[in-house]
Nanobody, 117 residues
Framework: QVQLVESGGGLVQAGGSLRLSCAAS????????MGWYRQAPGKQREVVAV????????MTVDSVKGRFTISRDNAKNTMYLQMNSLKPEDTAVYYC??????????WGQGTQVTVSS
């Protein structure tokens, strides 16, 4: 089992920045990749950024490329999402995800990010 706890959401004006954190615990060594997803009201959950733990490969979707950065602190078992130049369309609940080598998926509880115009 893997437990994920997000923090760092909040209300920010357009153009501002936030940093989300996701602390992982439990069977850490089973985690293959971690990522951030978001779900806006009335929309499906979508991937924002993903990182593969074994080789540090990272991917961000085009809509946030150049504005959001995914990173990890392995010593703290924590993943981050640095969000700069935030736009109102970035408003959503952001979820942390961990995928394991045995194809299990774990989710955090979500953290609300609201960007005002």
């Amino acid at each position: 089992q893997v437990q994920l706890v997000e923090s760092g959401g909040g209300l920010v004006q357009a153009g501002g920045s936030l940093r989300l954190s996701c602390a992982a615990s439990g069977d850490i060594l089973t985690i293959r990749d971690m990522g951030w997803y978001r779900q806006a009201p009335g929309k499906q959950r979508e991937v924002v950024a993903v990182t593969v733990l074994s080789d540090n490969r990272a991917m961000t979707v085009d809509s946030v490329k150049g504005r959001f950065t995914i990173s990890r602190d392995n010593a703290k078992n924590t993943m981050y999402l640095q969000m700069n130049s935030l736009k109102p369309e970035d408003t959503a609940v952001y979820y942390c995800n961990a995928g394991t080598y045995d194809l299990q998926d774990y989710w955090g509880q979500g953290t609300q990010v609201t960007v005002s115009s």
